[in-house]
Antibody, heavy 122, light 110 residues
Framework: QVQLQESGPGLVKPSQTLSLTCTVS??????????WSWIRQPAGKGLEWIGRIYTSGSTNYNPSLKSRVTISVDTSKNQFSLKLSSVTAADTAVYYC??????????????WGQGTLVTVSS | SYVLTQPPSVSVAPGKTARITCGGN??????VHWYQQKPGQAPVLVIYYDSDRPSGIPERFSGSNSGNTATLTISRVEAGDEADYYC?????????????FGGGTKLTVL
């Protein structure tokens, strides 16, 4: 059974960089044709896809966040990471990591982490 | 950019059938996936590729997709089905491809 677990600071100051890591267990992050995504959800609101990385290192980002987002993968640690720069209060949300499966442009998410709340505040 | 429109809320009595719609321009040409999210929990995949069910999801959950509307149907609704439901597609209509979620529908079991 694949499991994903987010980790990182729960509080980030405005203008700083939010950094989160997702650790994958129960399977190798580099096996199979999977895409590894970050998704966020502000309190009481809907889901917003941030971006994804393939094990080859190729990435796709949400155009609305692209200028501030970097997603990377460390196959030796079975982890992938998110960096979101120049954060504001609008970036306060629960951040999920998820496994994407299916054709490259027909991905769906079959495994999700439990989510981690990140608050942007001074 | 591509927009998915869901009704904010749907109410249904136990044992009845709930239908949650997801509207989008020519959505029938895309693959639609559905997630169930209960309070304080991560989303759970309930339907993928329009109408396929993951293992462990009851047969009461089904999906369809045609024209400008995709529909998640929950038959014989139970109290435990009360949750938020989100549809999702991949928008590759421009150079800036991305995953798109609907705004979510809160299902209330009366």
């Amino acid at each position: 059974q694949v499991q994903l677990q987010e980790s990182g600071p729960g509080l980030v100051k405005p203008s700083q960089t939010l950094s989160l890591t997702c650790t994958v267990s129960g399977g190798s992050i580099s096996s199979g044709s999977y895409y590894w995504s970050w998704i966020r959800q502000p309190a009481g609101k809907g889901l917003e896809w941030i971006g994804r990385i393939y094990t080859s290192g190729s990435t796709n980002y949400n155009p609305s966040l692209k200028s501030r987002v970097t997603i990377s993968v460390d196959t030796s640690k079975n982890q992938f990471s998110l960096k979101l720069s120049s954060v504001t209060a609008a970036d306060t949300a629960v951040y999920y990591c998820a496994r994407g499966v299916g054709d490259g442009y027909n991905n769906y998410f079959d495994y999700w982490g439990q989510g981690t709340l990140v608050t942007v505040s001074s | 950019s591509y927009v998915l429109t869901q009704p904010p809320s749907v109410s249904v009595a136990p044992g009845k059938t709930a239908r949650i719609t997801c509207g989008g321009n020519n959505i029938g040409s895309k693959s639609v996936h559905w997630y169930q999210q209960k309070p304080g929990q991560a989303p759970v995949l309930v339907i993928y590729y329009d109408s396929d069910r993951p293992s462990g999801i009851p047969e009461r959950f089904s999906g369809s997709n045609s024209g400008n509307t995709a529909t998640l149907t929950i038959s014989r609704v139970e109290a435990g089905d009360e949750a938020d439901y989100y549809c999702q597609v991949w928008d590759s209509s421009s150079d800036l491809s991305r995953v798109v979620f609907g705004g979510g529908t809160k299902l209330t079991v009366l």
